[in-house]
């Protein structure tokens, strides 16, 4: 991962096309950069040791909490305390940027077919 | 700082019209979220300690470094790494997203003036 040149956000989303599959774009220090496609429900899991933060790009984003919806439109970000149960979804996609320690797994504690390899972009 | 609800970023930067002190939006373990109003050249200074991320959300960026200068447009991002000497510049107002260790200071090594002390929006 250099850090040489600017990263255009819209240049690296034109890379991939898949959803719920993170591209890591930048590293500061020992944080990931990534960039997310969402459409559909992804899984209901928890990241017990890290929080996690959403910054919508494009559409709208809601992330369920067991108590309540958080919804989330371009140019807002959330972040889901560490040990609080998620669930992302979105009716249309949606372009999301994340922000959290290397080495996160995107479906956290529950695993499953939708954890991915993260890859760069 | 409280992660109840979303951070509408927009409406942060209608709190404030200073230039060149970032104000904190939202925090993610020991990192700080800030947004950014640049207008004019700010101070060459070096953060020894950590690397720093500029994403840009309006206007022109452009951050000088001693062997180049890296132009930064909306919707791209660059991470100046530890270490290394910079000074940003911007002829309009530019908007922007910043994210580094919490208790970074704007003016790194270079103190000065313009140094900021980072409040909550």
């Known amino acids: 991962m250099t ?8 240049d690296k989303f034109a890379l991939f096309a898949e959803h719920w599959s993170p591209k890591l774009v930048a590293r500061i220090n020992d944080y990931d950069i990534k960039i997310v496609r969402i459409l559909g429900e992804f899984v209901w899991h928890t ?11 494009e559409g709208t984003l809601t992330i369920q909490l067991r108590d309540r919806d958080v919804v989330l439109e371009p140019g807002q970000l959330f972040v889901v305390p560490r040990g609080v149960e998620h669930c992302p979804k979105a009716e249309g996609e949606v372009k999301a940027l994340l922000f959290e320690p290397e080495g996160v797994v995107n479906t956290g504690d529950a695993g499953g077919e939708l954890t991915a390899t ?3 972009v």
Chains 1, 2 share one sequence.
């Open 47 to 57: 990241h017990e040791d890290t929080d996690e933060l959403f910054l919508v790009l």
């Open 3 to 10: 850090h040489d040149a600017p990263v255009d956000l819209a």
């Open 118 to 120: 993260v890859e760069e």
